[in-house]
């Protein structure tokens, strides 16, 4: 029977192995020239269910706050950003001579391809050797033990909150920095796409059960982020979702703010999580430099602010341009594409 | 085996076997239309046999609760999910039969 | 054999599938998706580096970093699909003008100097 514990999940994660590798082949694969609205379809939705085939294999290993973001944002969230993108395409034609016109430009020769397999194998091998050399540095216990002497002072006790907002919390600093950076040359880039004009009724009715469950979820997700898988990303991520099923029901501004508010609603995370880190450099001495009994409101702080300005941000970037905000945004959304 | 796991073990058994046989219609029946109709509805089944079948060995009722809320936040998701599929497919297949080029009858 | 081994086959292979669709591929999307896969491949090393054998709970370490490479990846995809609409709708706008191609219509000097003249 122990034999039996031991070898299911070994044999569950090598099913998941294959599948991924198998679901990424054909993400990628299909007909070199294919670049029609069909097709772009058939590779999201397969990535789709890769990522979310991702996300088990990390609970599998051990990864529970991964696996929940890989579902809510790599599989959840840039799914509904792609699927929405595949709508700008041309639908394939049936006859031969116009999927012609609408094929995409010509992929690299013959000749390349082979060099580029050629390459590509080689740097495969070269990796796998390579990580089959570090393997005895990859077992050995360094981090993990450092960071679980530190944990009762970290004020959180999700070992992965803990790296993320107290320990390395400068680093995340900068990844919410780099997040509001592209949200912000997303916003550059042009008007935000136009919400759905004639929304499906049976959506439309979901909305206000939806949109409250997913707003409680990260509530839930964020609280309880501190002592159990979850946190600010996953959130944010709920919260985005919200924004998109808003978008999808027509209202075009995604549930974001009046652009008077929206700049303010993208910059609060940054803007909460340097006060806090200059706080600390004031009091302590040390930038973002808490510890101890206050230390775990400080982290809720930053959190709910960091949940707040990441759904913004998400949801921007999936308006693909300058979200009117609901109340204006809607006669912004009359004439996609435009010009201004 | 206590006496609750088994009860469960056959729900969960039962709720793997509805996902089988709703897996195995997408893959062999012939349209979207009756495809769609094998996944949400075995689907739904099975996740509510497992469900129940994890409900009944949870440590404690906030765990047990946390399952059938699963259960419930996908009932309502995969039916409109499904429903909007439908809806597009039948959508995209009557733009394809007004474009279609009119044949004269033989 | 160690039990890490066939997580780093599988990096590997996501890595270099990615890779080859990132220099074969034209496409916007396809190249997008590419990156993804590419970048799922180096998630999964981390991650499998993280865990740990008897029973040790996991190095935590790694995930946080793999969870901000997830928000980094999912920014940097809605980025470039906003690039490609934007080129693409510039695209199309010089496409549908009369007199497309036949002098610099992205100069704003130039109309200026024909309603003067």
């Known amino acids: 029977m122990s034999e039996l514990a031991k070898l299911l999940p070994m044999a569950l994660d090598l099913i998941l192995l294959t599948s991924v590798v198998v679901l990424a082949a054909l993400v990628l694969g299909g007909h070199r020239r294919a670049t029609g609205r069909n097709d772009a379809r058939r590779r999201v939705i397969l990535f789709i269910a890769f990522g979310l085939l991702l996300a088990l294999l990390w609970a599998s290993l051990g990864a529970p706050d991964v696996a929940l973001a890989e579902a809510a944002i790599g ?76 944990l009762p002072e970290t004020g959180v006790s999700n070992p992965v909150t803990a790296v ?177 | 085996m206590t006496a609750l796991e088994l009860i469960a073990a056959p729900l969960i058994i039962a709720g793997v076997g509805f996902f089988l046989v709703g897996s195995l219609g997408v893959l062999r029946l012939p349209d979207l239309h009756s495809r769609l109709h094998a996944v949400t509805k075995a689907d739904n089944l099975g996740l509510g046999l497992i469900a129940s079948g994890l409900a009944l060995q949870a440590d404690g009722l906030a765990e047990a609760a946390k399952y059938l809320a699963i259960w419930l936040a996908i009932l309502p998701a995969s039916a409109v999910a499904g429903h909007l599929i439908a809806r597009l497919a039948l959508r995209d297949a009557r733009t394809a039969e007004a474009h279609k080029p009119t044949r004269t009858p033989s | 054999m160690n039990a890490l081994l066939p997580y780093l086959i599988a990096a590997v292979a996501l890595i270099a599938l990615g890779l080859r669709a990132l220099l074969l591929h034209r496409d916007t999307l396809r190249r997008l998706l590419a990156i993804n896969v590419l970048g799922a491949g180096v998630f999964m090393i981390l991650i499998a580096a993280a865990r740990r054998a008897d029973g040790l709970p996991p190095d935590p370490v790694p995930h946080a970093l793999v969870l901000t490479g997830i928000v980094v990846a999912v920014a940097a995809t809605a980025l470039g699909l906003a690039l490609d609409r934007a080129v693409n709708s510039a695209a199309t706008d010089d496409d549908r003008r009369p007199d497309a191609g036949n002098r610099g219509d992205d100069n704003p000097g130039d109309a200026g100097r024909d309603h003067a003249s």
């Open chain 1, 75 to 150: 599989a959840g969230f840039a799914g509904a950003l792609l699927f929405a993108a595949t709508n700008a395409l041309p639908v394939e034609a049936e006859n031969k001579v116009s999927a012609a016109r609408h094929a995409g430009p010509a992929p690299v020769g013959h000749g390349l391809e082979w060099l580029i397999n050629f390459g590509i194998a080689a740097f495969a091998i070269l990796l796998l050797g390579a990580l089959w050399l570090s393997l005895p540095a990859l077992d050995t216990d360094r981090l993990g033990p450092a960071v679980r002497t530190v």
């Open chain 1, 164 to 340: 993320l907002l107290n320990l390395r919390a400068f680093d995340t600093l900068l990844e919410i920095a780099v997040l509001l950076t592209a949200a912000l040359a997303i916003r550059q880039l042009g008007p935000a796409r136009a919400a759905s004009a004639a929304p499906e009724g049976m959506l439309t009715a979901l909305v206000p059960w939806l949109v409250p469950a997913l707003i409680l979820t990260a509530g839930y997700l964020l609280w309880v982020g501190a002592h159990a898988p979850g946190g600010a990303f996953q959130a944010g991520a709920m919260l985005a979702a919200a924004g998109v099923v808003l978008h999808l029901t027509g209202r075009s501004g995604g549930g974001l703010p009046s652009p008077r508010w929206q700049p303010w609603a993208l910059i609060a995370a940054v803007a909460v999580f340097l006060a806090v880190g200059l706080a600390g450099l004031a009091l302590n001495g040390v930038f973002l430099g808490y510890r101890g009994a206050s230390a775990s409101v400080l982290i809720l702080l930053i959190e709910t602010a960091a949940t707040l300005g990441i759904a913004a941000m998400l949801i921007s970037a999936y308006l693909g341009g300058d979200g009117g905000g609901d109340e204006a945004g809607d006669e912004a959304g009359q004439a996609p594409g435009a010009p201004r």
